[in-house]
């Protein structure tokens, strides 16, 4: 099987007239029914929706509540190495880019581990840029075992692997996958990939399913928005995400909704995601993936996390850092890119309590 069979039915779909015919009366019933098609979802995402978002967010609330309670997870990012062979014109660790690249050695790691640990949280998604030489799987299962003394689940967001290298991983204790296709449009894709191993749409593609085979628990999805259309991005996110959910009924699935942020000698944004838009393709997704969970960074200035809190988020990072090394005291690098809410984990427990809501520092053991 294969989401790129999906994509297709899509990829010359005609949007604009597909939005023109769309009725107020439509979107109501729609945001009313109990289960939505995929042209459904695709008319929440549209223009015509935009006035119909209070509507959408009591349900997308209501929906929340029901599958997930009044819980957010904490995680936090760990960035293991920043050496990358890729041309990816969005990212601060693109090749071209010239500073100080960096690898954690074990006894580094192992101060980071013991730093972040210090937090109280117990779920981690460790980073490399992609580099298969510089972050063979070999280091990242050394890495893992060390991780295991301090944190109960382990994610990884590294380079698509084969089957075979996810089962190794995940027999060595990962358990869970964030891997963004960036762009789901296949020609913008091969624009902004010009070099590299990750110029592959299809691989990339295929890995959340390879790594479903291979034994995940939980599965990340989303397209990095700013690249292309947003909503029609926005709407293939949502069709991976369900097609893994449904394919793939014992890995828990879930969508992150990542805008551009700046990073040193960054391109510009080429479309703008502004914060409506974001907020109606939460909305719109909650609807149509009643199940899925919601991962918002801290790409996202804080007042408007918090704002997220109630309209389908499930999952935030705290206490980011996204250079290597960054925690520990020891030399750090330059950052992939910058965040825009840096408050430390304490801080965001108790602004998830003011909202009525519990911080989760655990919710898996892996062994």
């Given at each position: 099987?294969?989401?790129?069979?999906?994509?297709?039915?899509?990829?010359?779909?005609?949007?604009?007239?597909?939005?023109?015919?769309?009725?107020?009366?439509?979107?109501?019933?729609?945001?009313?029914?109990?289960?939505?098609?995929?042209?459904?979802?695709?008319?929440?995402?549209?223009?015509?929706?935009?006035?119909?978002?209070?509507?959408?967010?009591?349900?997308?609330?209501?929906?929340?509540?029901?599958?997930?309670?009044?819980?957010?997870?904490?995680?936090?990012?760990?960035?293991?190495?920043?050496?990358?062979?890729?041309?990816?014109?969005?990212?601060?660790?693109?090749?071209?880019?010239?500073?100080?690249?960096?690898?954690?050695?074990?006894?580094?790691?192992?101060?980071?581990?013991?730093?972040?640990?210090?937090?109280?949280?117990?779920?981690?998604?460790?980073?490399?840029?992609?580099?298969?030489?510089?972050?063979?799987?070999?280091?990242i299962k050394e890495c893992v075992e060390i991780l295991k003394k301090y944190f109960t689940s382990i994610g990884i967001e590294i380079y698509p692997l084969e089957e075979a290298e996810y089962a190794e991983?995940?027999?060595?204790?990962?358990?869970?996958?964030?891997?963004?296709?960036?762009?789901?449009?296949?020609?913008?894709?091969?624009?902004?990939?010009?070099?590299?191993?990750?110029?592959?749409?299809?691989?990339?593609?295929?890995?959340?399913?390879?790594?479903?085979?291979?034994?995940?628990?939980?599965?990340?999805?989303?397209?990095?928005?700013?690249?292309?259309?947003?909503?029609?991005?926005?709407?293939?996110?949502?069709?991976?995400?369900?097609?893994?959910?449904?394919?793939?009924?014992?890995?828990?699935?879930?969508?992150?909704?990542?805008?551009?942020?700046?990073?040193?000698?960054?391109?510009?944004?080429?479309?703008?995601?502004?914060?409506?838009?974001?907020?109606?393709?939460?909305?719109?997704?909650?609807?149509?993936?009643?199940?899925?969970?919601?991962?918002?960074?801290?790409?996202?200035?804080?007042?408007?996390?918090?704002?997220?809190?109630?309209?389908?988020?499930?999952?935030?990072?705290?206490?980011?850092?996204?250079?290597?090394?960054?925690?520990?005291?020891?030399?750090?690098?330059?950052?992939?890119?910058?965040?825009?809410?840096?408050?430390?984990?304490?801080?965001?427990?108790?602004?998830?309590?003011?909202?009525?809501?519990?911080?989760?520092?655990?919710?898996?053991?892996?062994?």
């Amino acid at each position: 099987m294969s989401f790129y069979k999906q994509y297709q039915r899509f990829k010359d779909f005609d949007y604009a007239s597909f939005f023109n015919r769309l009725t107020d009366q439509d979107i109501r019933r729609i945001i009313n029914k109990n289960r939505l098609s995929e042209l459904d979802y695709l008319a929440l995402l549209s223009p015509r929706a935009e006035k119909c978002l209070e509507e959408m967010a009591q349900k997308a609330h209501r929906l929340t509540i029901q599958h997930f309670g009044r819980v957010i997870l904490l995680y936090t990012p760990l960035y293991l190495a920043d050496y990358c062979i890729n041309s990816c014109v969005y990212c601060g660790f693109r090749v071209q880019n010239k500073f100080a690249r960096k690898k954690l050695s074990l006894d580094e790691l192992e101060s980071e581990a013991r730093v972040i640990a210090g937090t109280g949280l117990k779920h981690i998604l460790i980073l490399t840029g992609e580099s298969r030489k510089h972050s063979p799987v070999s280091y990242i299962k050394e890495c893992v075992e060390i991780l295991k003394k301090y944190f109960t689940s382990i994610g990884i967001e590294i380079y698509p692997l084969e089957e075979a290298e996810y089962a190794e991983l995940v027999f060595a204790g990962v358990d869970g996958l964030t891997i963004y296709q960036e762009v789901y449009d296949e020609q913008v894709y091969s624009e902004v990939h010009p070099a590299g191993p990750k110029r592959d749409y299809r691989f990339r593609l295929d890995a959340p399913e390879r790594a479903c085979r291979a034994g995940i628990r939980s599965v990340n999805v989303g397209a990095l928005l700013g690249l292309y259309d947003w909503r029609t991005e926005a709407f293939f996110t949502g069709l991976h995400a369900n097609y893994l959910q449904n394919s793939y009924p014992d890995v828990e699935v879930s969508i992150s909704p990542p805008r551009m942020r700046p990073y040193p000698g960054g391109a510009a944004p080429r479309v703008m995601v502004n914060d409506k838009n974001l907020v109606q393709y939460m909305l719109a997704f909650r609807l149509f993936v009643p199940r899925g969970g919601i991962s918002i960074s801290t790409r996202e200035r804080p007042e408007l996390r918090e704002y997220l809190i109630k309209l389908g988020t499930t999952r935030m990072s705290a206490g980011s850092c996204t250079a290597v090394g960054g925690r520990s005291g020891a030399d750090k690098s330059t950052g992939q890119f910058e965040i825009s809410d840096e408050r430390d984990v304490a801080t965001m427990a108790r602004v998830i309590y003011s909202h009525g809501y519990q911080p989760v520092y655990k919710d898996w053991q892996t062994i």
